[in-house]
């Protein structure tokens, strides 16, 4: 199944995308509660610098879990998981 990720066309920039996603996650493991709380209960949200994608995420038992990564302007469903 292949993906097409808005803003991200070209490889260089899509390298950069997952960089950039990979940074927020690796500060989110460090600090969990930086981002903001979410829309769904139980569930914190954390933009991407520099593009318009949001990840949402939870900590269980001292655990990050990255629900998905989220294009902004794509309609949201009730639900992450």
Do not use: N
Not at 58 to 71: D, G, H, K, M, P
């Amino acid at each position: 199944m292949s993906y097409t990720v808005p803003y991200v066309h070209h490889p260089l920039h899509a390298r950069e995308f997952a960089s950039a996603v990979r940074e927020t996650v690796s500060r989110l493991a460090d600090y969990p509660a930086m981002g903001k709380p979410g829309r769904v209960a139980g569930v914190r949200e954390m933009p991407v610098p520099g593009y318009p994608y949001l990840i949402p995420y939870r900590v269980i038992a001292e655990e990050l879990q990255v629900l998905r990564v989220f294009y902004v302007r794509q309609q949201r469903s009730g639900e992450w998981g």
